[in-house]
């Protein structure tokens, strides 16, 4: 996957994640995709799934595996991250 590809892949989760965050943290998820500020979203956003507990399907969490790993982020978080199901 190229840049490209990760940063649409990355910009996609914020949308998937929309209706599962505080307005608070959708507005900063938004303004740092929209500045490509990628490792800053990611921290945040699985800082705020994991807080909140936040049910993640399977395929959510490894969607953001997958960027995790292409942005070479650890994914060790991702554990953190309540289970939908």
């Known amino acids: 996957m190229d840049e490209a ?3 649409q892949k990355t910009f996609n989760l914020v949308n998937t994640f ?3 965050v505080s ?7 938004r303004s ?3 500045g490509g500020e990628w490792d ?3 921290d945040l956003l ?4 994991s807080q909140t507990r936040v049910p993640v399907t ?3 969490r490894n969607e953001l595996r997958d960027v995790l ?3 070479g982020m650890p994914t060790d978080p991702l554990g953190d991250l309540g289970t939908s199901g």
């Open 5 to 7: 590809e990760l940063a």
């Open 18 to 20: 929309a209706d599962r």
């Open 23 to 29: 307005e608070r943290d959708l507005e900063g998820l």
């Open 32 to 34: 740092m995709a929209g």
């Open 40 to 42: 800053e979203l990611l």
């Open 46 to 49: 699985v800082a705020a799934l």
């Open 58 to 60: 399977d395929w959510e």
């Open 69 to 71: 790993v292409g942005w």
